[in-house]
C-alpha cells in the first residue's frame, strides 16, 4: 500500500465543497434533473451538462490545496492507460468509461510492454480490415454457406458464446481475444440481449459484434457433434489434414469448460492447435480464464513473453484494454462513486459471494470470518466501544479521517452488520485518531440472474466500484471478485474456503502473490511427454496454484 492515499480528484473536490457551493450546485442541477426526467433518451446529454456544472462550480480552485493538482495531471497524462487504449477514438459520449475510468483507478503497478501495444494496433487494424461488414467478412460468410474449409485464408475468424455468469463471461472473452492475438484470428463477440449495451466497442472503426445473421451461435455443447474433440474422435478430421486445409468442415466448435477442473483432451496440445489453425472459422465457448493454458503451450510462449515480460498483468492489463461499461453501467457505478465513496480518505471493498461452496455455511459464521480479516490485517478501524464524545469535538470538515466500505454482495446482511457495527460505535484507526467508518452497498439482488441485462448492468458497476478501490477483501472462488481485483491490479485479501468439520477457516483470507485471475480447471496432459512431471508449476517460473482453488493456476 502506498502511504498517502491518492485522492481523486472528485474526491478533492468535495473536500472543498462548501455550503454555499453546493446550495449553487442544486440550483443549476435541479431543472437539469427535471429536465432528464422529461427527455428520457436524451439521458445522456444531460448527463455532460451536469457533469459540466457540477465542474464549473468548483472550478475556482485553491491553489494552495496541496493534494489537488498533481493528481489530475498525472491522469491526464495516463489517459490511453500507457497505450493500451487506441487513440484512434473520438466520441467520448458514445462511451464515457473509456476514458473516466482512468481517472478513478489507482495507478497501475505494471509497466506496458511496447509489443503490447504494437500487437494491439495490429490487431485493430486486422479487425477493421476482416471485421463486419467488409469485403472480406461477406466472403468468409460466404464460404462458411458453401459447408468448405477455406486453405490459406486471409482473415480467419473466433466466434466467442457466452457460458455462465459476467465474471466468467469476462475471463474467457479476454482469454478469447489473447488466443485471437495469438493465432491471428478476429475476435467476434455473440451478445445476447442480457448483455446489450453492456460493454463499448474495444476496437476503433469497426465492430466486434457478431452480426445477427450468423448462422451458428446457440445450441452447443461438449456433445455437438462439430466439436474439435469429437471430430477428432469419429475421423471427421485427422491430423494429416493438416497439409489439406480444404479437406475440413467448414468451421470447428471448441468446447472449454471447466468440468471436474479439467478441460477437454486435445483441447490444449501442439499438434491440436496446429490443425486448429487451419480452420477459417472457430466457434469457441468457455466458462475459464482459459488464458493461462496458453502459455503452458511452448508455441505461443515466445510470443506472450514478449507482450507480458510482467506474467502477473495479463488481465489486469487486456481487462482493461477489452471492457468498457457501457453508459448505462457506467452511470451507476461513476454516480455511486461520487456521490458515496470519492470524499472518503480511503476505500475498502468487501466482496461476499455466497454461492453454492458456501451455502450451506450461516451468516454469524461468514460474517465472523470477514471481521477477523478485517481485524487481523488492520483493514478496518477497530471500535473505541465509546458512544459519547468528548465536548469540542465534533467533527469540522477534514478534522477526522473517512473510511467508506463497499459492501458488493447480492444479500443485504454483511452490510447491515457492518454498518450496524460502525453506527453505533466510534472507531480509532492503530494510532488512536478518530475514524469514521462510512458503510454503503449499491443493490442487493438475493439472486444472480444471469439472463437479466438490469441485473448484469448492477454486476458491472460494481465489479468497476470494487476495482476504484484502495484495497479489496473478496471471496475465494468468485470470478466476479477476480475481475474486480485484477482490473484494479490489487492483490487481494482473499477470504479462505471454511472448513466444513469446524465450521471455521484456519486463516481468515490471504493474500495471493498475484492480481491475476485463477484458472480453476487444468488442461489434460494427455499430450505431455510420457514421464514428466505433470504438475506445470514445476516447469514454469511464473506458474503458481491459487490460494482459493488449491489444484488451480495462477500467474504470478
Ligand atoms: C484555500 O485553502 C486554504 C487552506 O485550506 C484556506 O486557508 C483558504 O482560505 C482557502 N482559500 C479560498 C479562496 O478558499
Ligand atoms: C494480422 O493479420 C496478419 C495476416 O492475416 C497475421 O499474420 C497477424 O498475425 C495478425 N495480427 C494480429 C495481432 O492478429
Ligand atoms: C485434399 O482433400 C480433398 C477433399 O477431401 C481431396 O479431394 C484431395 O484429394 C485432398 N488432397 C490431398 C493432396 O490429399
Ligand atoms: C484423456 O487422456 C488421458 C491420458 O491419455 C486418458 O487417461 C483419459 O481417459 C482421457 N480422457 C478422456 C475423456 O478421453
Known amino acids: 500500500m502506498e502511504g498517502v492515499p491518492r485522492v481523486p480528484p472528485e474526491a478533492a473536490e468535495r473536500r472543498r465543497c462548501r455550503i454555499g457551493a453546493a446550495m449553487a450546485v442544486l440550483l443549476v442541477v435541479l431543472p437539469l434533473m427535471l429536465m432528464r426526467v422529461f427527455l428520457g433518451d436524451q ?20 491553489a494552495s490545496d496541496p493534494e489537488a493538482a498533481p493528481v489530475r495531471t498525472e491522469h491526464e497524462h495516463d489517459r490511453l492507460l500507457g497505450g493500451l487504449l487506441s487513440p484512434d477514438f473520438h466520441d467520448e459520449q458514445a462511451c464515457r468509461s473509456r476514458y473516466e475510468a482512468s481517472t478513478l483507478w489507482k495507478t497501475s503497478p505494471f509497466s506496458v510492454a511496447p509489443y503490447l501495444v504494437r500487437r494491439l494496433r495490429q490487431y485493430e487494424a486486422n479487425h477493421s480490415r476482416c471485421g463486419p461488414r467488409t469485403a472480406r467478412y461477406r466472403e468468409a460468410a460466404a464460404q462458411l ?106 468451421y470447428v466448435y471448441l468446447h472449454l469448460e471447466n468440468t471436474r477442473f479439467r478441460f477437454q483432451n486435445h483441447t490444449f496440445c501442439e499438434e491440436d492447435h496446429l490443425l486448429l489453425d487451419k480452420f477459417k472459422w472457430m466457434v469457441l465457448s468457455s466458462d475459464s480464464y482459459f488464458a493461462v493454458a496458453l502459455f503452458l503451450m511452448p508455441a505461443y510462449r515466445e510470443e506472450l513473453d514478449r507482450m507480458f515480460p510482467a506474467k502477473g498483468a495479463v488481465f489486469h492489463q487486456l481487462g482493461r484494454y477489452l471492457f468498457h461499461p457501457g453508459n448505462r453501467a457506467w452511470g451507476m457505478a461513476q454516480r455511486f462513486f461520487a456521490g458515496y465513496l470519492a470524499g472518503a480518505n480511503e476505500r475498502l471493498g468487501v466482496q461476499v459471494r455466497v454461492g453454492p461452496y458456501q451455502l450451506a455455511f450461516p451468516f454469524e459464521v461468514m460474517s465472523e470470518q470477514i471481521l477477523r480479516c478485517t481485524r487481523e490485517h488492520g483493514l478496518l478501524p477497530q471500535l473505541t466501544h465509546n458512544t459519547e464524545r468528548a465536548a469540542g469535538s465534533v467533527r469540522l470538515a477534514n478534522s477526522i479521517a473517512v473510511k467508506a466500505v463497499l459492501v458488493v454482495s447480492l444479500k443485504p446482511e454483511y452490510y447491515d452488520k457492518l454498518h450496524g457495527m460502525y453506527y453505533s460505535n466510534a472507531a480509532a484507526s492503530s494510532t488512536g485518531q478518530e475514524v469514521v467508518v462510512s458503510v454503503y452497498q449499491p443493490s442487493h439482488d438475493e439472486d444472480q440472474r444471469t439472463d437479466s441485462r438490469a441485473h448484469n448492468e448492477r454486476a458491472l458497476a460494481e465489479i468497476y466500484l470494487l476495482s476504484f478501490c484502495d484495497e479489496v477483501v473478496t471471496t475465494g472462488w468468485s470470478t466476479f471478485g477476480y475481475v474486480a481485483h485484477s482490473l484494479a491490479g490489487l492483490r487481494p485479501w482473499v477470504l479462505t474456503p471454511l472448513d466444513w468439520t469446524k465450521m471455521k477457516a484456519e486463516n481468515a483470507c490471504v493474500r495471493p ?44
Open 145 to 250: 454457406q458453401s459447408g468448405r474449409n477455406a486453405g490459406g485464408a486471409d482473415c480467419r475468424y473466433v466466434v466467442w458464446l457466452p457460458m455462465q455468469g459476467l465474471g466468467n463471461r469476462m475471463l474467457s472473452l479476454a482469454s478469447t481475444f489473447l488466443y485471437a492475438l495469438l493465432t491471428g484470428r478476429v475476435v467476434l463477440v455473440h451478445q445476447p440481449p442480457e448483455m446489450e449495451g453492456l460493454f463499448c466497442e474495444p476496437f476503433p472503426g469497426t465492430s466486434w459484434l457478431l452480426p445477427p445473421d450468423f448462422p451458428y451461435k446457440d445450441g452447443f455443447w461438449s456433445g455437438s457433434k462439430e466439436s474439435y474433440v469429437n471430430m477428432l474422435e469419429n475421423n471427421v478430421v485427422r491430423y494429416d489434414m493438416v497439409n489439406n486445409a480444404s479437406a475440413l468442415p467448414a
Open 43 to 62: 439521458a445522456d446529454s444531460i448527463d455532460a451538462l451536469l457533469r459540466q456544472a457540477h465542474v464549473k462550480q468548483q472550478s475556482p480552485r485553491n
Open 513 to 556: 502473490e498475484s492480481v491475476e485471475p485463477c484458472m480453476h480447471s487444468l488442461p489434460s496432459f494427455d499430450c505431455w511427454r510420457s514421464g514428466q512431471d505433470l504438475d506445470p508449476v514445476v516447469h514454469l517460473p511464473f506458474l503458481r496454484h491459487c490460494e482459493d482453488v488449491p489444484a488451480g493456476l495462477q500467474l504470478f
